[in-house]
């Protein structure tokens, strides 16, 4: 899957340079992006959305061993990005990056430190926001096979 890029190079390493500047941009541009979302303006918020939901990927893929806040501000992220494209009549970049969202997770939860995290809740989240998309489009048949692996390995992995 290829990811979606929003962030220029030069922000992109100036960010990963130091994660506490990059966690206050990610709250900065989470509020911009919520409250523009608030207002139905959904190419505002796209310009803020899009770039938090980068630079949370960017954070996660830099933690050795994510933690709970980490994945909640990816998870998140993608999920404003998703409902915000959806809004822009973009349906296949709504389904990408839910399924990108998804399939990180469940990356994740398969991990060593996946494990040790109670990934359940977000798991059920990410897998509620791909059913009403699908649901959406009318195509949940597809989503079966998804649903089916997830539950699988929620039980596999979750204690």
């Not at 992006?33 to 630079?55: C, I, T």
């Not at 494209?85 to 399924?99: A, D, N, S, V, W």
């Not at 990410?126 to 009403?132: E, F, N, P, T």
Request: glycine share 4%; with cysteine.
């Amino acid at each position: 899957m290829m990811a979606m890029r929003f962030l220029c190079e030069s922000h992109r390493q100036q960010l990963l340079r130091n994660q506490a500047v990059a966690e206050i941009r990610w709250d900065e541009w989470m509020e911009a992006g919520r409250e523009a979302f608030s207002n139905k303006e959904w190419l505002v918020a796209l310009r803020y959305l899009g770039p938090s939901y980068e630079l949370s990927d960017l954070l996660l893929k830099r933690a050795w061993a994510p933690d709970l806040p980490c994945l909640d501000r990816f998870m998140l992220s993608g999920h404003f990005l998703a409902e915000c494209l959806r809004h822009c009549g973009e349906t296949q970049l709504q389904r990408h990056c839910l399924l990108e969202v998804h399939h990180r997770l469940l990356a994740i939860l398969r991990s060593a430190q996946g494990a040790e995290l109670p990934l359940h809740r977000n798991i059920e989240i990410s897998l509620q926001m791909l059913s009403r998309h699908y649901e959406a489009v009318g195509e949940a048949d597809l989503l079966v096979a998804c649903e089916q692996e997830t539950r699988r390995l929620l039980c596999r992995c979750v204690h």
